[in-house]
């Protein structure tokens, strides 16, 4: 009987002596929990803030908080067990932009007098872009102490594109084409067609791209603090990128007539799969060391 409380008291211990291994004095745990959220942050900005610190080289400057790409997505966790998590990658970003230029009114053609302005007409610009990125997967961690290795896949799927468009206050077409000392009555996105005529443009839009990527990764972290830790990831996948082609339209007054016309040209479509270490599409950040924050 003597022996069987003495096992099960050393038991007890054991299983403390472990647990207390990973809090703090406070007993604030070190490692992620079930139900936990993380996101993560570039490391760089961090330890080069505490590195210059340290050299006293006079260079420090507040670090900052800094997406984990160039593509400005979110990256984030949701822990379902201590040692599984989902994955999220998000990004939706749509802008709009307008502007208005007054131009000479082509209608007048008496100067004004002292002191009336010149008569003028509204030329107007429209833009809008998009950039729609989606990503999820499934985490797995193990390890003992602070010290844990993770790995796991990933899928993501995004999309890009950009469109431009003009309306201008003077009309062209054959009785008001564009004479060679005139083209600034007739806005400012002149250029020529491809007859050499010239031509002002209507419409512009960039090359709108779709990519799908699916990717496996591996990584490690060590948590310095409860819930905060240090670490970075490396992976392969595969990527499928369809960029399709841009267009200029214009409008331009020629041939025999003459008569008003409209040309649009288009760019050049581009595709490629990739298959390579970290071909992740619109990326979570890979090979650099990250601080991931769990609360």
Not at 103 to 110: E, H, L, P, S
Not at 238 to 254: D, H, K, N, P, R
């Amino acid at each position: 009987m003597k022996k069987s409380t003495v096992l099960v008291a050393a038991l007890a211990l054991t299983a403390t002596s472990a647990f207390a291994q990973l809090t703090n004095k406070n007993g604030e745990a070190y490692l992620p929990e079930s139900g936990d959220w993380s996101v993560g942050i570039d490391a760089t900005p961090v330890l080069n803030y505490f590195g210059n610190m340290i050299g006293g080289n006079g260079l420090n400057v507040a670090p900052s908080w800094n997406h984990l790409n160039a593509n400005n997505t979110i990256v984030g966790k949701m822990m379902t067990s201590e040692t599984t998590a989902y994955r999220a990658i998000l990004r939706i970003g749509f802008s709009s932009n307008s502007s208005t230029a007054m131009i000479g009114d082509q209608a007048q053609t008496t100067p004004p007098t002292y002191p009336a302005l010149p008569a003028m007409v509204e030329d107007k610009m429209k833009s809008s872009s998009r950039f729609i990125g989606l990503g999820g997967g499934m985490e797995w961690r193990r390890g003992k102490g602070r010290l844990q290795g993770f790995y796991g896949a990933d899928a993501m799927i995004w999309m890009s594109g950009s469109k431009s468009t003009y309306e201008y206050g003077n009309v062209l077409d054959a009785t008001h084409p564009v004479s060679a000392g005139n083209t600034t009555n007739f806005g400012m996105n002149m250029t020529t067609d491809t007859y050499g005529n010239a031509a002002r443009i209507t419409e512009m839009k960039g090359a709108s791209t779709l990519g799908i990527g699916a990717r496996g990764f591996i990584g490690v972290e060590y948590f310095v603090l409860p819930k905060l830790a240090v670490g970075g990831e490396f992976g392969w996948g595969l990527g499928f990128v369809s960029t399709g082609a841009s267009s200029t339209t214009m409008e331009s007054v020629g041939g025999t007539g003459p008569a008003k016309g409209e040309q649009t040209i288009e760019g050049t479509k581009s595709s490629g799969l990739m298959l390579d270490t970290d071909r992740n599409a619109f990326g979570t950040g890979n090979g650099t060391l990250r601080i991931n924050f769990y609360f």
